[in-house]
């Protein structure tokens, strides 16, 4: 069974930084594309970041340059490294897996964690 939990996740005020990060288990993480998603109620869920097998990656507009995503396959985690955080970023982020092939779309991911609640105060 698939199984993608995020942790990491809470309160900080603007500018501040946080980590969160996804435990992958039921899944070949090493051949498996991993994204960060994040929604908030009433909205779209929204398209962050993404990492690949072979490590490359991608960004959305919204937060590259503040935001790295990086993975440790030998313990089958993926990371969020947000800095510079801002209000807008308050989310739900909810980590997603895929076989290989490039989406920011949130329908073409196969397995989702259940979220982890990040909040940025000014």
């Known amino acids: 069974q698939v199984q993608l939990a995020e942790s990491g996740g809470g309160s900080v005020q603007s500018g501040d930084s946080l980590t969160i990060y996804c435990a992958a288990s039921?899944?070949?993480?090493?051949?498996?594309?991993m994204a960060w998603f994040r929604q908030v109620p009433g909205k779209e869920r929204e398209f962050v970041a993404r990492?690949?097998?072979?490590?490359?990656?991608f960004y959305a507009n919204r937060v590259k340059g503040r935001f790295t995503i990086y993975r440790d396959s030998s313990k089958n985690t993926v990371f969020l490294q947000m800095n510079s955080l801002k209000p807008e970023d308050t989310a739900v982020y909810y980590c997603?897996?895929?076989?290989?092939?490039?989406?920011?779309?949130?329908?073409?991911?196969?397995?989702w964690g259940q979220g982890t609640q990040v909040t940025v105060s000014s």
């Open positions: 990492v690949a097998w072979d490590r490359s990656t």
């Open positions: 039921g899944v070949s993480f090493a051949s498996t594309d």
């Open positions: 997603a897996a895929k076989s290989s092939g490039f989406s920011t779309t949130a329908i073409d991911y196969d397995d």
